[in-house]
């Protein structure tokens, strides 16, 4: 695993979760394409197999592996190693998109070493392999293989530089450095690996934006809406400086309102300005095919979404442990400079029919209150829609951006090197005041 606050000199091995405990997995099944590509471990005691497909279940609080006749049960880990370069496995099924409105079940090629074990009663199945391996299947499966040049590598190094940064530490606890979703970083093994992924990897090699002697904790999203977000606003209250309120646009023609002003932000949501990431620089009915497979063709810049009093009302009641009968009102109360909610307050009856008001506190809250998939911005407007006896029926959120919006933007870095824009220039213009540096061959 990584170690914290350390800047590797030679490349690293990192520990990738494939499928994790909240995926509340009983099963799993693998295959080796290549024979004798592979060992297989269990309990530290080497089988010998000649089967290709291996299927592992949990029964009775333990591991049972079946490989083809063969059944070994009462199993605690499982270790799959990698005997050959051109060699991967088959892994079915994994989650993509947990927690989020794409969420779906996939197959995918893992290359290097697996292991499978126990945890909390479910499987954990956890990829482990050099860092630069990860890094040419993170850039086409974040986004599409038929992306330009400089987007593959601007995505690479943001990729690389979030990874060595270290600073999350999501899952420790569980014995990897990320996970394989967009909680971390999207990687779905080799399933979208393609010459171009790996030559943006090999011509970016070692290679990270840096601040002050540190690596850049590199944040990123699908869509800034046309806004860049500070890092504080989003997560620690401690300012970055390669993260700012910056225009997603060129220089001569950049808009910059203050979008913490309400008139302002309602003017910039409801409108379309020039952004790299708007359809003025790509159109959206061309953007599904640069966008990674998991996902959904729709509008990432603006966007229109509805939801009922009675959908709401349940998803702010599981959300938040309330006992909301009826939705009065939603007030947007303090915006940050990308015109994402950082407080929004919601105005409710109770079962008691009293009257209540709740507020909720930074823009990942919203987006979690607001939808029950996960709402894609907290940039938005809200309108109401009433039935025939004047109660509100449903509202109605018109959104800025999707994610939220701090460090690259990926549609805008797509719109720049569509443009002609190089790697470098993409990184600083996502990343005013960092450096672009080597740090190992």
């Not at 949990?58 to 799959?80: A, R, T, V």
Request: proline share 4%.
């Amino acid at each position: 695993m990584l170690k914290p606050n350390e800047i590797p000199k030679i490349e690293p091995n990192i520990r990738v979760g494939i499928i994790l405990p909240e995926d509340k997995q009983k099963k799993v099944s693998l295959t080796i394409p290549i024979k004798n590509s592979y060992k297989i471990e269990i309990d530290e005691k080497l089988i010998q197999f000649e089967d290709n497909f291996v299927q592992v279940e949990i029964e009775n609080g333990k591991l049972n592996c079946k490989i083809g006749s063969k059944k070994i049960d009462n199993c605690e880990l499982i270790k799959f190693q990698n005997l050959s370069n051109d060699a991967y496995l088959v892994v079915n099924p994994v989650i993509a998109g947990r927690v989020f409105h794409w969420k779906k079940e996939i197959e995918v090629k893992l290359p290097k070493n697996v292991e499978i074990s126990i945890f909390d009663g479910n499987i954990l199945l956890v990829n482990e392999l050099p860092m630069e391996d990860y890094l040419m299947c993170v850039a086409t499966s974040e986004m599409g293989a038929k992306c330009p040049t400089a987007l593959i590598e601007a995505q690479t190094v943001v990729a690389r530089s979030w990874m060595l940064a270290n600073v999350e530490k999501k899952h420790v606890q569980l014995g990897f450095d990320v996970c394989n979703d967009d909680c971390c970083q999207r990687y779905q093994g080799m399933n979208n690996l393609t010459e171009h992924s790996k030559k943006g990897t090999e011509n970016t090699r070692g290679k990270v934006i840096m601040y002050d002697g540190k690596i850049c904790d590199a944040r990123y999203s699908k869509s800034c809406g046309g806004m860049m977000e500070t890092f504080e606003n989003l997560w620690e209250n401690t300012p970055l400086p390669y993260m700012q309120n910056i225009p997603d646009m060129p220089k001569d023609i950049a808009e910059n309102p203050d979008l913490t002003i309400e008139e302002n932000a309602k003017k910039w949501i409801m409108s379309s300005p020039k952004a790299f990431c708007s359809p003025y620089t790509i159109d959206e009915k061309e953007l599904k095919q640069y966008l990674g497979n998991v996902d959904e063709e729709g509008k990432y810049f603006r966007w229109k979404e509805e939801i009922s009093q009675k959908e709401l009302c349940k998803n702010i009641n599981e959300k938040l442990n309330l006992n909301v009968k009826n939705v009065l009102k939603i007030t947007p109360k303090k915006r940050a400079g990308s015109g994402r909610l950082l407080e929004l307050e919601i105005e409710y009856i109770d079962e008691n029919n009293k009257i209540n008001k709740e507020i909720i506190y930074k823009d990942y809250n919203v987006r979690l209150i607001l939808h029950p998939k996960f709402m894609f911005s907290s940039a938005i407007v809200i309108d109401e829609k009433k039935d025939s006896y004047g109660n509100i029926d449903k509202f109605i959120f018109h959104g800025a951006g999707w994610g939220h919006g701090a460090g690259l933007c990926q549609i805008g870095a797509l719109g720049m090197s569509l443009k002609g824009y190089k790697t470098e220039e993409i990184l600083i213009h996502y990343y005013p005041n960092s450096v672009y540096e080597k740090i190992y061959e």
